[in-house]
């Protein structure tokens, strides 16, 4: 009993040390290595060494997956190519195995020492996540070895000499043994290691193990698709595809088996070693095989999974892809681009009260309702989605854009409160009593319109770009739009004085709506002051008169970050 509780320790060990070292590069090189997979796509041929790359430095072919499946449900790459990345990323899979098969031991404790020293002294900084690689990758090779020294005295044991003799009576069995493990596992390169490990051991021959790789190869494919299934039909189309190379793959092999056991078991390497070269001569020769065929099983996916006509909900997210959330830079920028698509109903909302202002337009004061309650649905999908991303561990740089992202929404939900408020008013005080602006309020209102409309516009833009300059032009034009408010505020002033009957009917409502498109404009305006403090150019007067607006907004998006 201790035996085995000692081997699954180590099957656990080095499923962990795997997580490890994949979770800490894509915490700190996340966002390079999407921009790398995303711009080598223009030929199969790049695309199958891109994907090569990336998992050899993830030490797993489905963390690729699940990047490559994301850039494909998003439209930024087409099935083909991305399947091209999957065939790449089983072979940094497989040569990822053979660099941990080899004799490390004395180079497995190093590791662990190091990184832990490195984690420990570099707290928030891209070194800590560097120290925990290195401490996977110790783990992985210690757990190897705990697994070997396990193991030794099973292969004396009667029992389970039995049971692996049944198993390797059958390969399609063993291959579907290995394919559940991986798939429980988490991990194909664990398990390939694991049969190299038990190979080495002589607790399975070659017989057994060459069919538990080919098991632990479409175990990964597996995995793969069913982490998707939930998901669009354009994702779950790059895992049907590298899973189906895979069937081929293993098609193809599977009558063979034996005689490439016997033939192997001849050649004079040891039996761990024919193991991992096994594994990385079927993915090389996948690779070969299947890239010339990535176009047609691309059109087979689509076949297979058709575009679903769907209902359009405004008020259901599009950009936060689940899939992204073990990746706070990836999952960062899908939030941004929820939070742009807030944006833009705010604008068509901002363009509906002009309407309603300008034509007493009624419809379109129901149509603000409708969009405030699609700018609150969008509000709290992308608060909860950026809740599930503080949860996993970020750099300075990924908390600081966690910060923005989460205080713009929070304006434009504020606005979007705002704009329906104002729209209210305008039916309740104008168009209910049949009344109208005077012909110079309602140039002055249309005027403080049209520079919102623009200055939200400016506002995305610095959102997404963080420009400075542009930056310091919103801050400008925040001043400028206070100054303009009390022009056309002491204009209104001197109608009512002229006993203007227009300006005097709806003098209230006036002040009123000056006053909220104000507030709407600070709100716009507020997305500047952090990327000009960072600059060093917000000087101290600003400071200091933002200081407790700055203050209110940390506090509110804090409560809203634990609510």
């Not at 390797?168 to 991990?187: F, R």
């Not at 073990?326 to 807030?342: G, K, Y």
């Not at 963080?466 to 739009?481: G, R, S, T």
Request: glycine fraction near 6%; proline fraction near 3%; hydrophobic fraction near 50%.
């Amino acid at each position: 009993m201790l035996t085995l509780l000692n081997i699954l320790a180590g099957i656990a060990l080095l499923v962990w040390g795997t997580y490890l070292v994949r979770t800490s590069i894509l915490r700190v090189y996340g966002a390079e290595l999407r921009r790398f997979l995303s711009v080598n796509v223009g030929n199969r041929f790049m695309a199958l060494l891109a994907g090569l790359g990336v998992t050899s430095l993830l030490q797993s072919s489905t963390a690729t997956a699940l990047l490559t499946t994301s850039f494909a449900g998003s439209g930024l790459i087409a099935t083909a190519p991305a399947l091209a990345i999957m065939l790449g990323a089983d072979i940094g899979t497989s040569l990822a195995a053979v660099f941990l098969s080899r004799d490390l031991s004395w180079l497995s404790p190093l590791l662990i020492f190091v990184g832990v020293i490195v984690f420990l002294s570099k707290q928030r900084s891209p070194a800590e996540h560097m120290g925990r690689v290195a401490i996977g990758l110790g783990l992985m090779m210690l757990a190897l070895q705990l697994i070997v020294a396990a193991a030794r005295p099973l292969t004396q044991t009667a029992g389970v000499k039995a049971i692996f003799t049944t198993i390797s009576g059958d390969p399609l069995l063993d291959l579907v043994i290995a394919a559940a493990i991986t798939v429980l596992a988490y991990s194909s390169l664990a398990v390939v290691l694991l049969v190299a490990t038990l190979t080495a051991s002589q607790v399975i021959g070659l017989d057994t193990a060459l069919p538990l790789v080919l098991g632990a190869n479409i175990g990964s494919g597996a995995l793969a698709v069913l982490m998707t299934l939930k998901s669009s039909a354009e994702v779950r189309r790059v895992p049907l595809g590298n899973l189906l190379f895979k069937l081929i793959g293993a098609l193809v092999t599977i009558p063979f088996i034996r005689l490439i056991a016997t033939a192997a078991g001849e050649s004079g390497f040891s039996e761990s070693q024919v193991v991992i070269a096994f594994h990385l001569i079927f993915n090389v020769g996948l690779a070969a095989l299947c890239i010339p065929l990535v176009n047609k099983v691309a059109d087979l996916t689509h076949r297979l999974l058709p575009t679903a006509p769907q209902a359009q909900d405004e008020s259901q997210a599009k950009h936060l892809d689940p899939l992204a959330l073990h990746t706070p830079s990836l999952a960062l920028t899908c939030a941004a681009r929820e939070a742009l698509r807030v944006g833009d109903f705010v604008e068509q909302m901002l363009t509906d009260l002009g309407r309603l202002m300008r034509e007493n337009h009624r419809a379109s004061a129901d149509d603000i309702r409708r969009l405030d309650d699609v700018v609150d649905s969008l509000y709290k999908q992308v608060k909860f989605y950026l809740t599930q991303v503080s949860r996993t561990p970020m750099g300075e740089r990924d908390s600081r854009r966690w910060t923005d992202i989460i205080s713009f929404t929070i304006n434009l939900e504020q606005v979007g409160d705002i704009i329906e408020k104002s729209a209210n008013d305008v039916v309740n005080k104008n168009l209910d009593r049949n009344r109208n602006f005077s012909e110079a309020g309602m140039t002055e209102l249309c005027d403080l319109h049209s520079r919102l409309i623009t200055n939200l516009r400016l506002a995305m833009n610095v959102f997404i770009n963080n420009d400075v300059n542009d930056a310091q032009k919103l801050i400008a034009e925040k001043v400028m739009f206070r100054e303009l408010e009390l022009v056309n505020y002491e204009k209104h002033l001197t109608r009512l004085a002229d006993q203007t009957v227009q300006s005097i009917e709806t003098s209230s409502l006036h002040l009123d709506l000056m006053r909220d498109l104000k507030r709407v404009n600070s709100h716009f305006c507020s997305v500047a002051y952090p990327i000009l403090e960072a600059a060093g150019v917000l000087s101290q007067s600003r400071l200091r008169s933002v200081a407790h607006e700055r203050t209110d907004e940390s506090a509110t998006a804090i409560a809203e970050k634990q609510g």
